[in-house]
């Protein structure tokens, strides 16, 4: 007896090849368009719990950096692996974060998002996301997490901030464009997975390699610096802190530069060299430009045989007109003949 299939029970997805990078582009404009539209509530609460996920990966980042015996390399990689949990936050749970928005740049330069549509989303994901960092700041604070290891982690999370406000402006301008290309080529690889798993194991590597070289992310540094900044008056850590750490300190030297490095990195080096690979308007030929073409041309310049001896040439031309299903243009026995020993693949 034959079973017939349920109407109400969808058919899964079988697929489980990756995106190809042209449908990876047009999933990023499309998820760019989308974002665009959120209202205003939406966008802010997404933003803020974007700032609230990075600033989490930035402090697991900071404890397991404390008091290790790896060496520098591998103890900053190992950081980075702790704070890819921040992007994967956002990435999976869902939020707006500033730096990964950057690629609706893709759907703006496609016209397909106004430039109003653009800055409003990217100055209420900022907002948020600053919003979030600093509520994550003051719950850290108040739990007295930074006094673990005898002071360790907090003595570790002021000489964090120290250096980044210690950075000059081309320092921390070009360390914010490294960085958010890294982040933006994370988030571009996502749109190329068909399952959480793979947005992980797509994450987890880019954000370690930017954080293992020390680049600078805005949204992370609403954290980082903050945190340094009420740590200082500790008085087991005050001596570790620069004299620049303070709140002039921290948005004029460290926030301003790395956001428009930020940017950069994420809205020229990836969301336009993507578009303009991908989803620039080709131009198309005037109608009948290629018909015209094919018929002012001959069949051996067609076939790329025009410097060929012309009995060389017929034999070619019969072998591949017998492969389209034609003639092939030659009657003489040894034409035919010869493909009927080694006819066409």
């Known amino acids: 007896m034959r079973m017939l299939a349920d109407p109400r029970i969808s058919t899964p997805d079988l697929h489980i090849d990756p995106y190809a990078p042209a449908e990876m582009a047009g999933r990023a404009q499309a998820a760019g368009v989308a974002k665009s539209r959120l209202d205003t509530l939406t966008t802010l609460t997404l933003g803020v719990l974007a700032g609230s996920f990075i600033a989490l990966g930035a402090q697991l980042a900071t404890v397991v950096g404390v008091e290790s015996a790896l060496g520098y390399g591998p103890t900053r990689l190992l950081a980075g692996v702790a704070f890819s949990v921040g992007l994967i936050l956002v990435i999976i749970a869902g939020a707006e974060l500033f730096t990964g928005n950057t690629l609706i740049v893709m ?28 509520g994550v700041v003051a719950l850290l604070y108040w739990s007295g997490q930074w006094s673990l290891s005898g002071d360790a982690v907090g003595r570790s ?20 464009i490294l960085c958010n290309a890294l982040v933006n080529l994370a988030v571009w690889l996502c749109f190329s997975a068909r399952s959480n798993v793979d947005k992980i194991f797509a994450i987890i590597p880019t954000i370690a390699g930017f954080v293992a ?133």
């Open 107 to 134: 759907a703006w330069l496609g016209k397909q998002v106004t430039t109003n549509q653009l800055l409003r989303n990217w100055t209420l994901a900022y907002l948020g996301n600053f919003a979030g960092a600093l």
């Open 157 to 176: 999370a002021v000489i964090t901030a120290s250096n980044k406000v210690d950075l000059s402006f081309s320092e921390a301008l070009t360390r914010g």
């Open 213 to 345: 070289s020390g680049f600078e992310h805005s949204v992370a540094n609403m954290y980082l610096i903050p945190i340094g900044i009420l740590l200082k008056d500790e008085p087991s850590l005050g001596a570790d802190a620069s004299p620049n750490l303070t709140w002039s300190g921290f948005i004029i030297d460290n926030l301003l530069p790395v956001t428009l490095g930020n940017v950069i990195g994420g809205g020229v080096l990836v969301a336009a060299v993507y578009w303009l690979v991908y989803l620039r308007p080709k131009a198309t030929p005037p109608a009948g430009t290629e018909k015209q073409a094919v018929r002012q041309s001959s069949p051996r310049e067609s076939l790329g045989l025009a410097g060929v001896p012309a009995v060389e040439a017929i034999d070619s031309e019969a072998a591949v007109g017998t492969a389209d299903g034609g003639s092939g243009g030659a009657d003489d026995e040894g034409s035919r003949l010869r493909l009927r020993e080694d006819p066409p693949a």
